[in-house]
Nanobody, 122 residues
Framework: QVQLVESGGGLVQAGGSLRLSCAAS????????MGWFRQAPGQEREFVAA????????YYADSVKGRFTISRDNAKKLVFLQMNSLKPEDTAVYYC???????????????WGQGTQVTVSS
């Protein structure tokens, strides 16, 4: 089993920044692709960003391109999501996920964290 724990969420004003972290433990592999997804109230969970095991392949949702940056530290089993220029529409619960290869689809990922709330006030 793999356990993923997100942290770093909170309340921020529009235009501000937050850095989310995801710590992996258990039977983790450095070859796992990692992704960030989010779910706003009353909406479906959606893709935000993903990185391959090496960080050589990275994908972003169009809505966050140029504002969010995904990165990872394989030695520490951490994945980060740096979020800049936050907008009220970024308000959601953010989840990290681990899977066998990098993808933008939820079904690819086998393990999920419990999520961390991000609230952006206008």
């Amino acid at each position: 089993q793999v356990q993923l724990v997100e942290s770093g969420g909170g309340l921020v004003q529009a235009g501000g920044s937050l850095r989310l972290s995801c710590a992996a433990s258990g039977r983790t592999r450095s070859s796992s692709a990692m992704g960030w997804f989010r779910q706003a109230p009353g909406q479906e969970r959606e893709f935000v960003a993903a990185t391959s095991s090496s960080g050589g392949s990275i994908y972003y949702a169009d809505s966050v391109k140029g504002r969010f940056t995904i990165s990872r530290d394989n030695a520490k089993k951490l994945v980060f999501l740096q979020m800049n220029s936050l907008k009220p529409e970024d308000t959601a619960v953010y989840y990290c996920a681990a899977g066998p290869f990098v993808a933008t689809t939820m079904s690819t990922y086998d393990y999920w964290g419990q999520g961390t709330q991000v609230t952006v006030s206008s």
